[in-house]
């Protein structure tokens, strides 16, 4: 992974206050998900931060990276 990949995910700006079981379903009908690009990684490569813009504006996201 480097810093202007690609990566597509289902922000979880998009989940509001419903189970993760309704969340999936009303999310997948509704939103679906976005593809945006990696902007951060942490030095010690800890978690990275992706980008994407949207009709709305600007939403960014990090996630962990998993040890493989």
Do not use: C
Not at 16 to 32: D, I, P, T
Not at 37 to 45: A, C, D, E, G
């Amino acid at each position: 992974m480097q810093i202007g990949d690609a990566y597509t995910w289902t922000p979880t700006a998009f989940e509001g206050n419903k189970s993760a079981q309704e969340y999936s379903q009303q999310v997948r009908q509704r939103a679906g998900r976005v593809t945006g690009r990696v902007v951060y990684i942490h030095p010690k490569r800890r978690y990275f931060t992706v980008e994407a813009i949207l009709a709305a504006g600007v939403i960014r996201e990090s996630f962990k990276i998993k040890v493989r």
